[in-house]
């Protein structure tokens, strides 16, 4: 149902009352001398003019960006996120920072610095840990390492993702094999995928990597050719084609901007997803040895602190990061792919 | 209808075959030293004896058809480091129950929560407590799953005073691990009953009833609620049987004997037996569950034909 305001009803209202004085009136003679003679006349056939088309200076980026920027809170969180990123890649470069591997100690006693509350010691903003180590530095080296192991997979699943559904959608012969196949490796949960392969493999950063990169393209490909056989068979991509449009062209120029928004909410949604999957690897024990940090084993090192309270700040300052991280990523994710759905840039 | 069952059992029975298969010759893939837990000491006789007695030096596809042959005859193997020369189905005898009895728990406090939370955001769509309800789920989905654990059992421990370790004589030591199985589920239900009611709420039904003047509370129950739950009824076999494998980080976390941590214990200790019968039993889980999904479906809403192409949710 069509709300229709008070102050709208009032102006149909007089503007109907317009119109009718207008027609009851007519234009004067005066009005009708005025008028050019040439509107009245036949115009002749020009050539150039038949030829001359339309131009809109819709652009697709353009729009998608202009949609995103409208949200708040995606707006708010992109600029946190980008000072975020910025300050983890800058932060070994500035002065007075710390190893987050050394071990420091008190100068007078020669005792570790351990377990320091937040500012308790000159110098360590967010204390130490029960080694001994500067926190601070620490929680920015995991973030650095979780989010390097966040992107490699992202990327690695939208190229993996994206070619092989790109195939499964576009090559009609590929379609049953693919489709069975993925209904058989769906079943399997991919925790056991992901704890098996790094087990064999022997944990470490590269092994857990590529794990994740085997089971995360999936879901990717199966989107993707979801979308693709939707819009294969467009009257459009039929024209291309009669036009002379080679495969290549139709897949670049018609198909994947319609990809455009599935595969940024992947791929944005594949970050935190990488992130979460090192903790839970490293939780259960197949992931980084302790002595990367990453958010990941500092995550392990302050639950096992958990039981003395005055300790938990070890356990909330990775958790924390943690959470704005996939927080930042989940929300622009998928601000961004409402932006980026051509069905939105209408207004 | 008979017939396309039958045709997705069977199709279940050869994506097992080829699951368990090919996760039995990953399995083949583990170190040897794995297999033993005082390796260093041992002669290379030893070692050779002890890998015949697992029937590992057969080749590959005989060892495989022995698994077959014993599967065939409800025969999951014996466990020979986890609990040594204790049968696969005794283990699980005693682990599925706890896991199920937790799970189950869980499943119902969602449904009580998540069913009516996604109809009262339907109903107040666009107003606040759609917008807190959105916030909410927006915030389990993204916060990951450890962070509210973590904060759920500290907080639940510290200031509510709520034991931190499940014990099976205690039900209060219970809550704690059902509010943390439960809430991802609650903020799935209500997701899924908020886009069900909203897209029944714009059809021409409902817009006819409201001519006709039903009562919008009678269009709510009688009508809307009924076709919204038709989806959600295909989710439910799939959580249910979901129960069965348990929560790693929630069994850990309150130390409960349960499913949840036994898939990673038994892969670390290269108990091949357990790992092949897990695997079966997840892998038949996930099958199992969308297939009974549409079979509740075609029940619910006698209009929904199995066998036909079926439209993407």
Redesign the interface.
């Known amino acids: 149902m069509p709300q229709i305001g008070k102050r709208k009803l009032d102006k149909l209202a007089t503007s109907l009352e317009e119109d009718l004085a207008k027609k009851a009136k007519g234009l004067t003679q005066a009005e009708i001398d005025a008028l050019d003679p040439q509107l009245f006349t036949l115009a002749d056939y020009d050539a150039a003019a038949a030829e001359r088309t339309g131009y809109s200076n819709y652009s697709y980026w353009r729009s998608t960006l202009r949609i995103f920027w409208r949200n708040k809170v995606a707006r708010l969180l992109i600029i946190l996120l980008g000072l975020m990123l910025l300050f983890t890649f800058i932060q070994p470069f500035l002065p007075d920072q710390k190893d987050p591997t050394e071990i420091f100690y008190n100068e007078e006693t020669g005792m570790p610095l351990s377990n320091k509350q937040p500012g308790e010691v000159e110098g360590f903003i967010l204390g130490t840990n029960n080694l001994g180590q500067d926190l601070w530095s620490r929680t920015w080296y995991a973030t650095r390492t979780s989010l390097f192991i966040g992107f490699v997979v992202a990327l690695s699943e939208c190229i993996i993702g994206i070619t092989v559904g790109v195939l499964w959608g576009y090559v009609r012969r590929l379609d049953q094999f693919l489709t069975s196949a993925y209904n058989i490796v769906d079943n399997v949960p991919r925790t056991i995928i992901l704890i098996l392969i790094s087990y064999i493999l022997r944990p470490s950063m590269s092994t857990i990597i590529l794990s994740m990169c085997l089971v995360g393209w999936l879901k990717m490909a199966r989107y993707v050719r979801n979308q693709v056989v939707i819009i294969r068979d467009r009257d459009y991509n039929l024209a291309s084609r009669c036009l002379g449009s080679s495969t290549p062209r139709i897949v670049y120029r018609n198909l994947l901007p319609y990809l455009v928004s599935i595969i940024m909410l992947r791929a944005a949604l594949a970050v935190p997803t990488a992130i979460t999957d090192e903790v839970f690897l490293t939780y259960i024990g197949l992931g980084l040895p302790v002595y990367t940090p990453s958010l990941g084993t500092l995550i392990i090192a302050g639950k096992a602190l958990m039981t003395t309270p005055s300790l938990s700040y070890q356990l909330i300052i990775p958790c924390v990061a943690l959470s704005f991280v996939t927080v930042c990523f989940y929300v622009i994710g998928n601000a961004f792919a409402d932006a980026a759905d051509p069905k939105n840039h209408v207004s | 209808m008979l017939k396309y069952i039958l045709k997705r059992l069977a199709?279940a029975v050869v994506?097992l075959f080829?699951?368990t298969a090919v996760?039995f010759s990953?399995?083949r893939?583990?170190p040897i030293e794995g297999y033993f837990p005082n390796f260093d000491k041992m002669t290379p006789e030893m070692i050779q004896n002890g890998l015949e007695n697992l029937g590992l030096t057969d080749p590959l596809p005989v060892q495989l058809f022995r698994f077959y042959r014993d599967l065939f005859h409800g025969d999951l193997g014996t466990s020979w480091i986890y609990q040594p020369n204790v049968p696969v189905t005794e283990i699980l005898a005693r682990k599925i129950p706890v896991s199920l009895t937790l799970g189950c728990m869980a499943m119902v406090l969602s449904l009580v929560v998540g069913i009516p939370l996604g109809v009262v955001m339907s109903r107040y769509k666009g107003r606040l407590p759609d917008k807190l309800g959105t916030g909410f789920i927006?915030?389990l989905?993204?916060?990951?799953?450890?962070?509210y654990y973590?904060?759920i059992?500290?907080v639940g421990s510290?200031s509510l005073a709520l034991p931190m370790l499940y014990s099976r004589s205690d039900p209060t030591s219970w809550i704690l691990p059902i509010l943390c199985l439960s809430l991802a589920n609650i903020a799935e239900y209500a997701m899924w009953m908020r886009r069900y009611m909203v897209d029944q709420l714009n059809s021409d039904y409902v817009k006819l009833a409201m001519a006709k003047g039903v009562s919008r509370r009678d269009i709510m129950y009688h009508h809307v609620l009924r076709n919204a739950f038709v989806p959600i009824i295909q989710l439910l076999p799939t959580s249910f049987l979901n129960t069965i494998?348990g929560s790693?980080?929630v069994e850990?976390l309150f130390s409960v004997p349960g499913m949840g941590?036994l898939?990673?214990d038994v892969?670390?200790r290269q108990d091949n037996a357990m790992v092949q019968a897990l695997?079966l039993i997840?892998?038949s889980v996930?099958?199992l569950g969308l297939l009974l999904g549409d079979f509740f479906m075609t029940l619910a809403d006698p209009r929904i034909k199995l066998g036909q192409e079926r439209g993407?949710r």
């Open positions: 199709f994506a080829i699951i996760i990953l399995m893939l583990m927006v915030l989905n993204a916060v990951p799953v450890v962070v973590l904060v059992q500290m510290r494998i790693i980080y850990s941590g898939l990673v892969i670390k695997v997840f892998a996930g099958i993407g």
